[in-house]
Nanobody, 125 residues
Framework: QVNLVQAGGGLVQPGGSLRLSCAASGRVLRSYDMGWYRQAPGQQREFIAGVTIAGRTTYRDSVKGRFTISRDTANYTIYLQMTSLKPEDTAVYYC???????????????????WGQGTQVTVSS
């Protein structure tokens, strides 16, 4: 069982920036890779960024160069810095624990909840 608490999000104009955070615990950050997903209305949830325990990052092509995932081990927090936001970035964003397997992020399975509560990001003028 993990407890991921998200903060950030909101309404921003196209071209603007937002930072999302996902507070975990030291045990979680030492045990799991971490990922960010998003789900737009009527769409499936999609992986957008991940960071390994060692700090290696990977991104979905559509956000490369605009989004940055980072982990602050001193504060047990994962961040998603989003810049140059576009209307198509509008979605509910979720953090999750998992592991990279053959380059793919696999969300932790089993009893318990391994997702943050979700936070809305709306990009609109």
């Amino acid at each position: 069982q993990v407890n991921l608490v998200q903060a950030g999000g909101g309404l921003v104009q196209p071209g603007g920036s937002l930072r999302l955070s996902c507070a975990a615990s030291g045990r979680v950050l030492r045990s799991y890779d971490m990922g960010w997903y998003r789900q737009a209305p009527g769409q499936q949830r999609e992986f957008i960024a991940g960071v390994t325990i060692a700090g290696r990052t990977t991104y979905r092509d559509s956000v490369k160069g605009r989004f940055t995932i980072s982990r602050d081990t001193a504060n047990y927090t994962i961040y998603l810095q989003m810049t140059s936001l576009k209307p198509e970035d509008t979605a509910v964003y979720y953090c999750a624990t998992g592991n990279f397997v053959a380059g793919n992020f696999i969300v932790t399975k089993g009893r318990g909840n391994y997702w943050g509560q979700g936070t809305q990001v709306t990009v609109s003028s």
